[in-house]
């Protein structure tokens, strides 16, 4: 035993022992071993001690465990132990707690079903694993077909995806997964949508071909094998597909729980569809083919949807619908025909009923007679070499037969299917290279094997043998590549076990002898298979119990065939009379294509291997194969050994991958492994012999680099050497003596299995006696620092203890000495007090003793006379209760005797009461009783109904009385006034004085009367003014609380109004992003359709072989501007050899160019439109924006002063009424004369006035309060719908209502003056009248103000669509001028059709009769159109003449001028000319004048040939857009249209093209956008718009431009701009990708944080940084450099902060998305480094000046995910701060690192799946998307915030160095 060995098993090493239910038991040693024990003692997880026995001829000890650390890798061959339990335990533990279900190991991919879907399948996933290196990212099919593309691409090799695995597997998803990789990274060559055709062969497939089984519910009954076609560019142009070995017989009969292929569901599903009324069809539980599972629906699945589904698949691959019902017909004749019965004539032979529907329905879908069919369903014909005979079958021999025909017809449809998928995906192109996915069955092995089970084990022993010589290629080309010794090694050769199958004299040749045989049979065959191969080979075995059996050893496992069947399903007959029935339909034209191959078929199934593939790379056709009509009879077995054949070579002809589907229960259950199936499938799909041919090498292999990060703790300063693989060599012969354990290559070290968990056990060993060293050292310092401490404090204490002992020793001395005097005092006064004590006791002891004495015998003589009196009541007490006994015993007595006779006289009543006379008379009595309470009732009622008419009758007379009253009251009232008349008459009454004193006594009767009644009178006022107080006192509080619910509903209004106003304004802002993002989406894809449209006319010129100059048209053909296609159109006549280009242009591809004009026409509209809206949005939003907070503020002052109004008008009504009253107190409490209270007394008038004051007061009151609430509930609903944004605010309507506060406050004035006017002059009737008139008045006013409203919003909409008209008109009039007279002519021709048509369609809704009329009026008009257009278009063609003859001729007169503006190219209509400006020459105006000749020198030379290296570093930024700007301004001076429109657009096509030829070169692309933006700026800031204007000088407003608006243009180059700027930000992502994934997580920033672990088979980039390794710094210095070379371009800071922003954006998301998809960066440590990276990130920013532009915040998700790396993971506290921490990060993604948590060291600790969950729990309800990865192509909305230039341009130079010696300074 060596001493590694010893080392490892020693004490707490854990170990791996076998067990029956988990296969692999984890134990641990539970003391050292030693070399002559005879047993382990281990201890199990769960605390259990076991003696574990040792074999004794072995001594073989269990398998070692992998540290914590190694647990858990991407790749199983990286750890270090490789062993059966350490692989399983490694896929459990990725597949159990990470949700991993993709694993390496070596070259294979281990894939373990889920059974649930995951979100990993994605674009974002595609496209993050796109280019990247196989072990660089976590193992993935992606991963897998990225490979096999770059390899294709790299070594000019086809390639080959394995995929296999058992029924329930996998297999078909994953095959899938691969296809749908490539057609999404390669994309197609044509327009033909080759890839999408790919992916629709696949719900084909699936429907004919696949079926529910026990262990599947999407099983493949099928292998296919799919060739990709590519092209020399690695597109994809093609595939093909060859099927092996249909399982037919699923056709006619399932197992419990299984399906028959879910087409036939499909159509069942979808029977009730009208175009399948004829195929006859109901459910599937009716037809004997789908019924016999008893399981016909898959939960979660919609058959009839699925059929959809197939049916698009089938349109889509150019399978017309005609086809696809003719399809359907013959799938429902085969459901048809299983239903056929067949009954027994007799033993031998059949009938079939006459008229049987099913067999009915089934010649009515074939096309064939009754008759025939069910003649030769139950006959065969038999040949003789003279003579036919027709012989009738029984009924079992007959229904075999039906079944065979069904089976036969099912394979032929298969075929015909496969072959014509074949036709669709099969183009022109011709094919470079290819990728094969096989989707093959699995090792199988059940409880009964045949032969389908024979032939699929055979092809798996063909690939498992191809798979092991592939294995031990790439390991011994491994080692030869590294140059180290290498030995054979002894792998398993399944080659014996091929040709026991294969060979001569094998299994298939033997049965093929026997099939030929006349009366051979399935026995006679096992007796032949005996004798051959029992005793010559040991791989052949015979069952003990039977004779129809045999046994073959696989690779995998033992499997036992049954030989009943084989001979039957290897010959496949089929009733050749049933096939030429079929055969001579002659209704069914797609069955007879079906067979009319039979002649020639190559096999017996139907089922022909390799359908479609004609065309092969690298494959010979086999040269022995004849075409003889023996091929005809050909079996089963040999020609799927023929196919398998030919899938061999092809395989050995490709460079293979490997893809092992595992299946980790056999309940479908999601994420639950059963470890015994696991291990099954491990060992039957070649994993363990993978890991096995690795381990007996060198499985861990590490770069010198890597084991001197890892293992640098193991050395010594002295062991490092400059040279690392000198330092390895050192340091690996120290630490392991054995040199056979590892090998030193070129640029790895090899080391055998458990040598890497040797050095780890070392390094930890190291870690941690270094950490106890840590710890002792630290202790050591922390307890001296505590000595030091607590023997400085002691001292401390000991010096104040002994001061303060010696202060106490003094302090007692005197103490001491006061003692004593105190004492000898004390004493004295102690002694004296006691003697007088002594002598006061004495006399109080006689005292109390004489007293005692006396009263001692006062007490005896008393307790004598209270003796007596006890005794006399004791007595009287005893006589009394003897007494009491007596009687209570005779009550008793009596009680007793009364209890005895009730007892008789109850029994004698119940006795009665039983009786049913006794019922009757109870009953009586009480029926008696029911009608009296019913007599009684109807009394009662009857007595409520007069009382209730009683009651009504003097309510009404009360009523009438009332009324009565008040008329008297009035009456009353008026004679009042007469008599206040009669006493003012003075004169009158002293003449009458005589009569009057006749009546004195009368009239002071009635004086005493009044008194009374005045009094009385006085007294009710009284109480009602103590009423009014009340009153008035409620309604002050309710007016206080009314106050303060008006303020507090005011304060939440604006507190809602303004958070409503800031979530619209955000709304809107979003909205605007969204818009501009879309918008230049659209963009994006407007170039590159104009970038792809150019290619291929390139490409059509270049096949047309034209070598003429001249014949290419420029970029603009096809632009995005009408005014550039006039440019090219003018252009282009003036090249030469433009007839030649125009030939090449009507040579292409009409098709395509019309598809591409027709694609580039529909994205302008749609840009148009999308910029109109772009516009109205950012319109909408500040008009919007303006008119809230103009409404907010006028609203919130009218509603203040408004309540403030309310307020003092309420305050002034209250202290009035409290003046009123003390008024009215004072006239009737001031001690009035006798005649005071007279009605014409003012005493009298002063009550009665206060009286009717009072009354309206307290209803102007009451109406105020009503105001006030409605006032109230207003303001509610106005909040309400506020909150809702769904409709106008009635608070916004009402304050619209009030244009002004002076408005409101006048209203308000004129109430109040209505309502204090004098209350004497008119009564309160007339009152309440004129406020219902002013009510009325202004509802009427409230509802003119509401009409007029609507007229004014009515007659706005009116305004805005007459001037969407007029521009309209306008820009189709511009149009119109810029075309050539011909296309003028049919563009006004086709705008006049399109408007009379839309009138036409409003006079046809309206009335029809009239639009007949239209119709003839608009064909005549249109007729005298033509002619007037033409006759306008001769007539401008002369005004434009005359028109410029005359602006020259004022211009020279020196006439003033007025400014006009007119479109792009368009003429003025009057004449409009440019100021004549005094000619100086040495006086410059910044305007540049060329010859139009020159133009295209300009160009040339400004932009063409432009190197912007020199221009940036030696002259201004921006100098050529300033020149441009410069030529401009000098047309727009001389007023020359078309110099204008021409320079602008040959600058926007110059400027296209030199980005086109050099877009990939940063400097040109960032100068350019530089400048074009600077170009623009121009455009706007000398427009002469008063928006832009006002940021320039008064010099620079000289220099506006006087004669064209350039609005349209500039709308074109901020275009430009735009797509522009997404070029910039693409070539610096390019230039950036390379460098964001190596420098922000691969490199260590920080050395030592983070070790290296080891790897595995896979390459994985290393985080050493080697020469050409990019770090921190690349990135930093790349983007300084960016910044750097735009800050000297000129371009604007604001577009500067939007590029940094981008690209933050870029590197964030690129950084997480490759975290989200790496295992082993997601540490501790690499959290920190993550920090770091993005701390330096900020810093550079800070740096810059650009911590603003939002670039920062971009990281957050990045830099949340660093602390989700570094933060504990344990408690619920720890969740909850995880929760609150990440809000950046989705939920997904919170869980995806939590699940890739990998522990570095063993120090760290592994995330559980409890706080996982804990994690899902907590994040429920969170909205949010699902996507995991962050979309890295997503690219903000850029704007161009204007930015006005100082420099004057009549100072700028042009320099010479750019040859425009031609331009003259004006």
């Not at 296999?164 to 749908?180: C, H, I, L």
């Not at 595992?662 to 639950?672: E, G, H, W, Y």
């Not at 004669?1603 to 070029?1623: C, G, T």
């Not at 290393?1662 to 770090?1671: N, Q, V």
Request: with cysteine; charged share 30%; aromatic share 8%.
């Amino acid at each position: 035993m060596n001493r590694e060995l010893e080392y490892m098993f020693v004490q707490s090493a854990r170990v791996w022992i076998p067990d029956a239910e988990e296969v692999w038991k984890s134990a641990e040693l539970a003391k050292d071993y030693k070399n002559d024990d005879a047993s382990l003692q281990l201890m199990l997880e769960d605390g259990t001690t076991i003696d574990h026995k040792l074999d004794p001829k072995t001594k073989n000890l269990p398998y070692l465990r992998n540290p914590d650390i190694l647990v858990g890798e991407n790749d199983l061959t990286a750890l270090s132990y490789l062993h059966e339990p350490a692989v399983l335990h490694n896929l459990k533990v990725r597949f159990i707690d990470s949700k991993l279900i993709y694993t390496y190991c070596g070259i294979v991919l281990v894939a373990i079903n889920p059974y649930e879907t995951l979100p990993i399948y994605g674009t974002d996933i595609i496209n993050a694993y796109s280019g990247q290196n196989m072990g660089d990212m976590d193992p993935h099919i992606f991963a897998v077909a990225e490979e096999a593309y770059k390899q294709m691409a790299r070594d000019e090799r086809n390639q080959s995806i394995i995929v296999s695995g058992e029924s329930g597997a996998g297999k078909t998803v994953s095959a899938k997964y691969a296809m749908r990789y490539f057609a999404t990274v390669s994309g197609s060559a044509s327009e033909a949508n080759v890839e999408e055709k790919v992916l629709a062969s696949n719900p084909i497939m699936e429907a004919i071909g696949n079926a529910k089984t026990t262990r599947n519910d999407n099983s493949s009954r099928f292998g296919k094998y799919i060739e990709i076609g590519f092209d020399n560019r690695y597109r994809i142009i093609g595939a093909n597909m060859r099927t092996y070995l249909l399982e037919k017989s699923r056709v006619v009969f399932q197992a419990d729980e299984e399906r028959n292929y879910h087409i036939f569901y499909q159509l069942c599903a979808s029977a009730n569809q009208p175009e399948f009324k004829n195929l006859r069809l109901s459910t599937a539980n009716d037809f004997l083919y789908t019924r016999q599972g008893r399981s016909p629906v898959i939960e979660g699945i919609d058959d009839a949807k699925e059929l959809r589904t197939t049916r698009h698949a089938f349109t889509l691959l150019g399978i017309n619908e005609s086809y696809q019902i003719g399809l359907f017909q013959v799938l429902a004749a085969i459901l048809h025909l299983g239903n056929v019965e067949i009954k027994d004539r007799d033993s031998d032979s059949s009938l079939i009923a006459p008229n049987n529907r099913h067999l009915t329905a089934f010649c009515e879908l074939v096309g064939v007679t009754y008759q025939d069919m069910s003649q030769w369903l139950c006959h065969r014909k038999l040949k003789t070499a003279t003579e036919t005979y027709i012989k009738p079958l029984p009924r079992l021999q007959a229904t075999n037969a039906r079944d065979a025909l069904s089976k036969h017809i099912y394979a032929k449809l298969f075929s015909w299917i496969v072959e014509h998928v074949n036709k669709a995906l099969v183009t022109n192109v011709k094919q470079h290279s290819f990728i094969g996915v096989l989707d093959i069955y699995g090792f199988e092995t059940f409880e009964i094997n045949s032969f389908e089970q024979f032939c699929i084990n055979y092809a798996n022993e063909k690939l498992q043998q191809q798979f092991n010589m592939h294995v031990f290629k790439l390991e011994q080309e491994e080692y030869m590549k590294e140059q180290i010794p290498w030995t054979l090694i002894d792998f398993y050769d399944n080659q014996p076990c091929i040709n026991l199958i294969e060979a001569k004299m094998g299994i298939l040749d033997l049965l093929d002898e026997e099939c030929k045989m006349p009366k051979g049979s399935d026995d006679s065959w096992a007796q032949k298979l005996y004798n051959t191969h029992l005793k010559t080979c040991s791989l052949f075995e015979k069952p003990r119990m039977s004779n129809r059996a045999f046994i073959i050893q696989h690779f995998a496992d033992k499997v036992e065939y049954q030989c009943e069947g084989f001979l039957e399903k290897n010959k496949d007959t089929v009733n050749e009379e049933q096939i030429h029935v079929l055969k001579a339909s002659k209704k069914f034209d797609l069955l007879v294509e079906l067979f009319q191959d039979e002649e020639k078929a190559t096999t017996p199934t139907g089922q022909v291997p390799g359908t479609g593939g004609r065309t092969r790379l690298s494959i010979k056709p086999d040269k022995g194969r004849d075409t003889s009509s023996k091929e005809h009879k050909k079996t089963v077995g040999c020609q799927f050994r023929n196919s398998l054949q030919m899938l061999m070579e092809t395989l050995n002809a490709t460079t293979p991958h490997y893809v092992r589907c595992i299946k980790p229960n056999d309940f479908k259950l999601a994420f639950s492994f059963d470890p015994k199936r696991a291990v099954q499938q491990l060992r039957a799909c070649g994993v363990l012999e993978t890991i096995r041919i690795s381990a007996a090498g060198f499985p861990s292999r590490w770069t010198y680099q890597e084991f001197f990060s890892r293992y640098r703790v193991l050395m010594k300063q002295k062991d490092v050497l400059p040279d690392r693989k000198l330092t390895c060599k050192n340091v690996l012969e120290k630490l392991v003596q054995d040199q056979d354990k590892y090998q030193f290559g070129k640029t790895k070290i090899f080391f055998r299995a458990g040598q890497v968990a040797y050095l780890e056990k070392l390094r930890a060993d190291k870690l941690r006696a270094a950490c106890i060293r840590i710890q002792k050292t630290i202790r050591c310092w922390l307890a001296r620092k505590k000595y030091l401490r607590q023997r400085s404090a002691a001292i401390t204490i000991q010096r104040f203890t002994r001061g303060y002992q010696a202060r106490c020793l003094a302090k007692f001395m005197r103490r001491t000495q006061a003692a004593t005097i105190i004492q000898k005092y004390q004493r004295m006064c102690v002694e004296r007090k006691r003697f007088r004590q002594k002598q006061a006791a004495a006399l109080a002891m006689q005292t109390i003793l004489r007293a005692y004495m006396a009263r001692q015998k006062y007490q005896a003589l008393l307790r004598e006379h209270k003796a007596v009196i006890i005794q006399k009541h004791v007595r009287g007490w005893l006589a009394r209760c003897w007494y009491k006994r007596c009687l209570e015993a005779i009550v008793y007595l009596q009680c007793c005797i009364r209890r005895m006779r009730a007892k008789r006289e109850l029994k004698k009543l119940k006795i009665e009461a039983r009786s049913v006379e006794h019922f009757k008379k109870l009953n009586k009595g009480m029926e008696n009783k029911i009608m009296q309470l019913q007599r009684k009732i109807d009394e009662q009622n009857k007595d409520n109904r007069v009382i209730s008419e009683r009651l009504v009758s003097l309510e009404s007379s009360y009523a009438s009385e009332s009324e009565r009253m008040r008329g008297e009251l009035g009456r009353l009232r008026g004679v009042e006034e007469d008599a206040k008349n009669k006493t003012n008459q003075v004169s009158s009454l002293l003449e009458e004085l005589e009569k009057l004193r006749k009546e004195l006594s009368v009239t002071q009767q009635e004086k005493k009367t009044i008194e009374d009644w005045a009094q009385k009178y006085r007294d009710e006022m009284e109480k009602m003014v103590s009423e009014l107080k009340d009153q008035n006192g409620l309604l002050k509080k309710e007016k206080d609380d009314l106050n303060r619910m008006i303020q507090e509903q005011s304060q939440q209004m604006t507190e809602k109004m303004t958070r409503a106003i800031a979530q619209e304004t955000q709304q809107l802002e979003t909205d605007l992003n969204e818009e501009r993002s879309r918008y230049q989406n659209l963009l994006t894809e407007h170039l590159r359709l104009e970038e792809k449209y150019d290619d291929l006319k390139e490409e059509l010129a270049h096949s047309t072989n034209v070598s003429k100059p001249g014949h290419r048209r420029t970029d603009s053909t096809h632009s995005s501007n009408e005014s550039e296609y006039t440019y090219n159109s003018e252009y282009a006549e003036l090249e030469d050899g433009s007839r030649v280009g125009e030939d090449v242009t009507r040579g292409m591809d009409t098709s395509l160019t019309l598809k591409l004009q027709k694609r580039v026409t529909e994205l302008e509209q749609e840009k148009q439109s999308l910029r109109n809206e772009l516009e109205n949005r950012e319109e909408q939003f500040q008009r919007a924006r303006a008119r809230d907070d103009a409404q907010f503020r006028k609203a919130r002052g009218a509603e203040l002063e408004y309540e403030s109004l309310k307020r003092q008008e309420l305050e002034s009504e209250n202290k009035k009424l409290r003046h009123d009253l003390a008024e009215m107190r004072q006239s009737l409490l001031g001690g009035a004369a006798a005649g005071a209270g007279a009605p014409g007394s003012p005493a009298y008038k002063v009550l009665l006035d206060q009286l009717n004051a009072s009354c309206e007061e307290l209803e102007v009151r009451k109406e105020e309060v009503l105001i006030l609430r409605s006032q109230l509930v207003s303001q509610k609903e106005a909040v309400h719908h506020k909150e809702t944004m769904t409709e106008p605010s009635v608070f916004a309507q009402d304050v619209n209502k009030l244009k002004d506060a002076d408005e409101l406050k006048q209203a308000y004035v004129g109430l109040k003056d209505t309502n204090r006017s004098p209350r004497s002059v008119r009564p309160a009737l007339e009152v309440s009248d004129l406020l219902s008139r002013l009510r009325l008045l202004e509802q009427q006013l409230q509802a003119q103000r509401r009409t007029y409203d609507s007229e004014v919003e009515s007659l706005r909409g009116e305004l805005q669509n007459v001037k969407e008209e007029n521009n309209r008109q306008q820009q189709l009039l511009a149009q119109n001028l810029q075309l050539p007279p011909e296309a003028r002519i049919e563009a006004s021709l086709q705008h006049e059709i399109t408007r009379l048509t839309n009138e036409n369609l409003e006079l046809m809704a309206d009335d029809p009769t009239a639009s007949r009329e239209a119709r003839v009026i608009i064909l005549r008009r249109m007729v005298d159109l033509m002619e007037q257009l033409e006759k306008q278009d001769r007539t401008i063609r002369k005004l434009k003449k005359q028109l410029k003859v005359y602006s020259k001729r004022i211009g020279e007169m020196g006439a003033g001028h007025t400014e006009g503006q007119t479109s792009p190219g368009q003429m003025v209509e009057e004449p409009i000319h440019p100021v004549n400006i005094p000619r100086r020459e040495k006086d410059f105006q910044g305007m540049l004048e060329y010859k139009k000749e020159d133009e295209m020198k300009l160009v040339k030379n400004l932009i063409l040939e432009l190197k912007p290296r020199g221009v940036a570093v030696n002259l201004i930024p921006g100098l050529p857009a300033y020149i441009l700007f410069m030529c401009l301004r000098h047309a727009d001076y001389v007023n020359d249209d078309q110099k204008v429109r021409t320079l602008l657009t040959s600058t926007i096509n110059s400027i296209k093209k030199i980005l086109k030829k050099r877009g990939d070169d940063f400097e040109t692309v960032s100068f350019w956008l530089a400048n074009t933006c600077r170009f623009l700026h121009c455009l706007k800031q000398y427009s002469g718009d008063e928006a832009f204007m006002k940021h320039n000088t008064s010099r620079q407003n000289e220099h506006c431009l006087s004669n064209f608006d350039l609005a349209e243009y500039r709308q074109v180059i901020s275009d430009l701009a735009i797509q522009i700027y997404q070029q910039l930000v693409k070539c610096m992502e390019n230039i950036l990708q390379p460098m964001i994934v190596s420098g922000m997580l691969e490199h260590e920033t920080i050395q030592g944080v983070s070790g290296v672990k080891p790897t595995g088979l896979r390459k994985r980039t290393s985080s050493i940084a080697d020469e050409g390794t990019y770090t921190l710094d690349s990135i930093l210095r790349q983007l300084s450099a960016f910044h750097s070379t735009m800050c000297q371009h000129g371009t604007d800071p604001e577009l500067i902060k939007q590029v940094v922003k981008q690209l933050f954006y870029i590197i964030g998301a690129v950084t997480l998305n490759n975290l989200l998809l790496r295992k082993d960066m997601c540490s501790w440590s690499k959290g920190m480094q993550i920090r770091y990276n993005v701390s330096q990130l900020e810093e550079w920013l800070r740096d810059k000046g650009l911590m603003n532009c939002g670039a920062k915040e971009t990281l957050e998700p990045l830099i949340q995910a660093a602390q989700l790396l570094q933060v504990k993971k344990k408690t619920d506290e720890d969740a909850e701060a995880i929760c609150s921490m990440c809000h950046a990060l989705t939920t997904a993604q919170i869980v995806k690192v939590l699940n890739l948590y990998t522990p570095v060291n063993e120090f760290e600790e592994r995330v559980s799946v409890a706080f996982i969950r804990t994690i899902q729990t907590r994040l429920r309800d969170r909205c949010e998307s699902p996507q995991l990865l962050m979309d890295t192509k997503m690219i903000y909305p850029v704007t161009f915030p204007f930015s006005p230039s100082s420099l004057a341009l009549e100072t700028i130079q042009i320099p010479t160095s750019l040859n425009l010696s031609f331009l003259t300074r004006v």
